[in-house]
């Protein structure tokens, strides 16, 4: 059974290689933009979720202005209020996810 399960995970990894957006409603270009941020940020720290957020937070603030915020992470929920036009919610890497928004 936990063999079943290993090869099960090891086949989601490999089909989960791109980034799966959740929801946004982001304009196309910040969207892209954004996502370019959310996926080398997660790919340089893969087990450092606070210097993951830190690096996604100061370039959105510097690129789209301040204050974004962001969590990322494995497994959690949220209901914020944010910024219409400004939310970006994205799977990267298959479990990692990225929620970004703008207040």
Known sequence: ????????????LRVAKYTLV?????????KEEAMDI?????????????????????QMDKKFGAPWH???GK??????TYEMRNLL???VGGRTAVLLWKM
Do not use: H, L, R, W
Request: proline fraction near 2%; charge should be negative; charged fraction near 30%.
């Open 1 to 12: 059974m936990a063999e079943q399960q290993f090869e099960d995970m090891e086949a989601f």
């Open 38 to 58: 959310c996926i080398t940020a997660v790919e340089k720290y893969p087990n450092d979720a606070e210097k993951c957020t830190q690096m996604i937070k100061d």
């Open 22 to 30: 959740k929801y946004t409603d982001m304009n196309t270009e910040m």
């Open 89 to 91: 919610y994205i799977y």
């Open 75 to 80: 497994g959690f929920s949220y209901e914020i």
């Open 70 to 72: 962001v969590v990322v």
